[in-house]
């Protein structure tokens, strides 16, 4: 017969490893969940929903080496439909019903500006946009409106302007007239380009603001048509820069094209027609050529059969990285300790960290053991000064064959040099 005690201790054997294999069960199941604010649909559709598989690859990646801090990463990520109020929407909804302590966008400055002021900061929630480039963000950092919790890793519209006013003069262009987009990315970027521009000795012959949705633009491009510029900066989004692109040449307008990071669309081009596009300067943000970019590239192409060509998809890969890795530094999913590691595992000093399911197993390995890491991103070195904001180079872009080509890079240095130059 089994005595009392030897039966109690079989017992409490099997509970404890019941119990045991319990936990080891719930550790691995557990979920961690961020958000993502996109335009899936609206004037950056097109755009959207390419960024949004670059954030997309991120979570997959993490996942594959083991996901953060033992737990399955989960992306939800809403449609903001380029329309501020639904963004706010949708950010209401992650923050309050989802809990999230990120949200990864949003890709147009007025919708992640309106996220910013609405939701995000006043909820302590960590916002990481890969695209909204307008100066503002900067501003409202400096006057302490954003209470740490705002980063971009995208480059603001200071470099982005002064790089296409470099590119115009570099052109031999002479007058340009500037129509832009009636929302902080419009004017940002244009008033940085017109300032800089007229100190190369440049002439603004106008500066026409347009409102999205409209049926017709052809009084504004009218009125940017008077002062008979030698070319046009187009300042907007495939949707509605379409329509006005369209109404500029058939109003007899030059076709020599200034096209920033909004207009780098191939669906822009097939739309408005190649045959009118064969003179355009382009720039957007650009990315150095790291492991990160090339390892990128290549697990794109093996989740989606070919390679990715859309402006800021990496910009959004990295946006997830550097959150995931900020919560593997801190041991935590807060939303706090976020945003005091975002700088910790992205400044210099630490064992470089690269894209990819290895380079992820490799920096929480590291973190573990109490090792500093410094993330080298898909879109180049991320270094977050105390506004958020990330420098980088700038790419030059054209239509080649009636397709969107890059064909060269303005780099970091030389626009501040400009910067500086003109900085009076």
Not at 35 to 41: F, Q, S, Y
Not at 220 to 232: F, R, T
Not at 266 to 294: I, M, N, R
Not at 399 to 417: H, L, S, W, Y
């Amino acid at each position: 017969m089994v005595s009392k005690k030897l039966t109690k201790s079989m017992f409490a054997g099997v509970a404890a490893g019941v119990l045991s294999m319990a936990a080891i069960n719930a550790h691995a199941e557990c979920t961690t969940t961020i958000g993502g604010v996109m335009a899936l649909t609206g004037s950056l559709g097109a755009l959207g929903q390419q960024i949004g598989e670059g954030a997309q690859l991120a979570v997959s990646d993490i996942n594959a080496a083991g996901g953060v801090n033992g737990c399955k990463l989960k992306f939800d990520l809403y449609d903001d439909q380029t329309n501020p109020a639904v963004g706010v929407d949708a950010a209401k909804k992650l923050v309050d019903i989802n809990r999230v302590p990120v949200i990864i966008g949003a890709l147009s400055s007025g919708v992640s500006m309106a996220i910013l002021t609405s939701v995000t900061s006043s909820a302590h929630v960590v916002q990481i946009s890969p695209a909204s480039t307008s100066p503002t963000f900067t501003q409202l950092a400096q006057e302490g409106r954003t209470g740490g919790y705002w980063f971009r890793t995208v480059p603001s519209d200071a470099l982005q302007g002064t790089a296409m006013a470099m590119l115009a003069h570099q052109h031999g262009l002479k007058s340009v007239a500037v129509m832009y987009i009636n929302n902080p990315y419009g004017t940002g970027l244009a008033g940085k380009f017109a300032n800089y521009f007229k100190k190369m000795g440049g002439t603004v012959t106008a500066e026409v603001p347009y409102n999205d949705k409209q049926p017709s633009y052809r009084s504004e491009v009218n009125q940017a048509l008077s002062g008979k510029p030698q070319a046009l900066f187009l300042v907007g989004y495939p949707g509605d820069g379409t329509t006005v692109a369209r109404e500029w040449i058939s109003a007899g307008g030059p076709m020599t094209f200034l096209l920033p990071d909004g207009l780098e669309s191939q669906k822009f081009v097939d739309d408005v027609g190649p045959q009118y596009l064969k003179t355009v300067y382009g720039t957007a943000a650009g990315s150095e050529k790291t492991p990160s970019l090339a390892t990128f590239k290549e697990n794109f192409k093996k989740k989606h059969g070919s390679y990715p060509t859309q402006a800021y998809m990496t910009n959004a890969y990295d946006a997830v990285m550097i959150a995931a890795l900020a919560m593997e530094s801190g041991k935590s999913d807060k939303a706090p300790t976020i945003r005091d590691n975002i700088r910790k595992v992205t400044g210099m000093g630490g064992t470089p960290i690269y894209a990819g399911v290895d380079g992820f197993k490799k920096a929480s390995m590291l973190l573990k053991a109490g090792k500093k890491v410094h993330y080298v991103g898909a879109s180049g070195p991320l270094s977050f000064d105390q506004y958020g904001d990330v420098t980088a180079p700038m790419v030059v872009w054209t239509v080649k064959g009636g397709k969107v080509a890059e064909t060269g890079m303005i780099k970091v240095d030389a626009i501040n040099k400009v910067l500086k130059q003109y900085a009076k």
